[in-house]
């Protein structure tokens, strides 16, 4: 994939992804529906293979899940000439989701901390959680959805509820989960 991407472009790209940092309560992988809609389905910077590989490569390495984010700069940046705008993007788009929310993050942390005994500070941290489960449920579906193809994928229908029914309802650790579904992957069970 080749494109010509000029400064607006990567002024465009940065002012969604502040947007975008301002709404990802719960961590960056909760706008990923959003990133989807932009970088695939709007703008075709990227393709559906290069956006599934950027979110489970980063899911798969060691560190903050946001790297995922950088991935996607760095491929927007390699379809628009190599390795050099592949830094340019992760640039722009680590910036973009970092800034607002971090500093956000620190000034509320600090106020809430001061405040924490207000009834209406406790009311909002709890009135906060169904929204970040539902954007996390957004995240889950957009990543499924490119996977299962028909009802011929039941397999892997049923292992994402039993996994996330097990999740919910047990302290299992997800590192026994990831490996069941490496062994299950491995002799091509789903």
Same mark, same amino acid.
């Given at each position: 994939m080749s494109l010509a991407l000029h400064w607006s472009d990567w002024l465009?790209?940065?002012?969604?992804? %502040?947007?975008?940092?301002?709404? &990802?309560? +719960?961590?960056?992988?909760s706008t990923a529906p959003d990133m989807h809609r932009y970088l695939v389905d709007r703008q075709h910077w990227l393709t559906d293979p290069q956006f599934n590989a950027s979110v489970a490569i980063a899911q798969a390495a060691p560190g903050p899940n946001v790297l995922?984010?950088?991935?996607m700069g760095w491929h927007v940046g390699l379809n628009a000439g190599g390795p050099l705008t592949g830094l340019l993007g992760v640039?722009?788009?680590m910036l973009g989701i970092l800034l607002p929310?971090?500093? %956000?993050?620190?000034?509320?942390? &600090?106020? +809430?901390?001061?405040?924490r005994e207000l009834r209406?500070?406790?009311?909002?941290?709890?009135?906060?959680?169904?929204?970040?489960i539902a954007l996390l449920i957004a995240t889950g579906w957009i990543l499924a959805s490119a996977n299962v193809t028909s009802?011929?994928?039941?397999?892997?229908?049923?292992?994402?509820?039993?996994t996330a029914l097990v999740v919910w309802r047990t302290r299992l650790h997800?590192?026994?989960?990831?490996?069941?579904?490496?062994?299950?992957?491995?002799?091509?069970w789903v």
């Amino acid at each position: 994939m080749s494109l010509a991407l000029h400064w607006s472009d990567w002024l465009a790209m940065f002012g969604h992804f %502040l947007l975008l940092s301002l709404l &990802s309560i +719960g961590g960056a992988i909760s706008t990923a529906p959003d990133m989807h809609r932009y970088l695939v389905d709007r703008q075709h910077w990227l393709t559906d293979p290069q956006f599934n590989a950027s979110v489970a490569i980063a899911q798969a390495a060691p560190g903050p899940n946001v790297l995922f984010v950088a991935l996607m700069g760095w491929h927007v940046g390699l379809n628009a000439g190599g390795p050099l705008t592949g830094l340019l993007g992760v640039l722009v788009t680590m910036l973009g989701i970092l800034l607002p929310s971090t500093t %956000l993050t620190y000034l509320a942390a &600090s106020w +809430g901390h001061r405040n924490r005994e207000l009834r209406w500070v406790r009311a909002f941290k709890q009135g906060m959680a169904p929204i970040v489960i539902a954007l996390l449920i957004a995240t889950g579906w957009i990543l499924a959805s490119a996977n299962v193809t028909s009802l011929k994928d039941w397999p892997l229908i049923v292992l994402t509820g039993v996994t996330a029914l097990v999740v919910w309802r047990t302290r299992l650790h997800l590192l026994w989960l990831l490996g069941a579904g490496a062994v299950l992957g491995w002799f091509s069970w789903v």
